[in-house]
């Protein structure tokens, strides 16, 4: 199916494991993005890449860790879960050519 | 740093009803302002952008507003439906950095 896919979408973990959050799209779309929703703060970006081994860091990159070895992925990994990375995890993309993301349906992560 | 403020946090009307969402940002390279919706369990969407050179953008239902001289837009739902139960985000994007930086959401309740 064409789009952007996100998994899991369900995933409990305990403080200080290691947990790697996939992102897929399938528009070859230069930019990928990485979001957390927490209540409150809204949409906070994490990491974001522009193309193929170029990443940035966001507003908040702070335990997190991210690569992109080829366009259609971008794995975010949390090295050492702690409580506080509670939240639900957003991917997204977009074309160089206009500003619209298109996100995933979100990864829903609980650390315990 | 907060770089766009969203108020309300919720808001509650009656069918027919027209609420008013209200940013501001503080960057003035922002040359991209659009609005997000989101239903319970999906990803952001995007409802609506403008972009400075423009005071108003109507698209069916969905108008916004820009000031630029104050640094602020607003999005106004005419004719809200509960269908239109949703939380709705702001955001702004300096186009030449690709990240799109979001305010903090307005969960909005339209009652039948």
Redesign the interface.
């Known amino acids: 199916d064409a789009g952007i896919t996100q998994s899991p979408r369900y995933k409990i973990t305990e403080t200080g494991r290691q947990v790697t959050l996939m992102c897929h799209q399938t528009w070859s779309h230069s930019?990928m993005?990485w979001?957390r929703q927490d209540l409150?703060?809204?949409?906070?970006?994490i990491y974001?890449s522009?193309a193929a081994d170029i990443t940035d860091k966001?507003?908040v990159p702070d335990g997190y860790v991210v690569s992109r070895s080829k366009t259609e992925n971008f794995p975010l990994t949390l090295e050492s879960a702690t409580r506080s990375q509670t939240s639900v995890y957003?991917c997204?993309s977009?074309t160089d050519y206009t500003?619209?993301?298109f996100?995933?349906?979100?990864s829903r992560l609980t650390v315990l | 740093q907060q770089q766009v403020k969203?108020s309300p946090?919720s808001l509650i009307v009656q069918k027919g009803g027209i609420p008013i969402i209200n940013c501001a940002y503080e960057n003035t390279a922002f040359d991209?302002f659009?609005w997000?919706q989101q239903f319970p369990?999906?990803?952001?969407?995007?409802l609506i952008?403008i972009r400075p050179d423009v005071s108003e953008k109507k698209e069916g239902r969905f108008t916004i507003s820009f000031n630029k001289s104050a640094k602020q837009f607003s999005l106004h739902i005419m004719d809200s439906q509960p269908g239109d139960s949703a939380t709705y985000?702001c955001a702004a994007?300096r186009?030449n950095t690709?990240?799109?930086?979001?305010?903090?959401?307005t969960t909005l309740q339209v009652k039948p």
């Open positions: 930019y993005f979001y409150g703060h809204g949409l906070r970006l974001y522009a966001g507003e957003f997204a977009r500003g619209e993301l996100f995933g349906e979100g | 969203q946090q991209y659009p997000y369990g999906k990803g952001p969407a995007l952008a985000f994007l186009g690709g990240k799109l930086i979001f305010g903090q959401g």
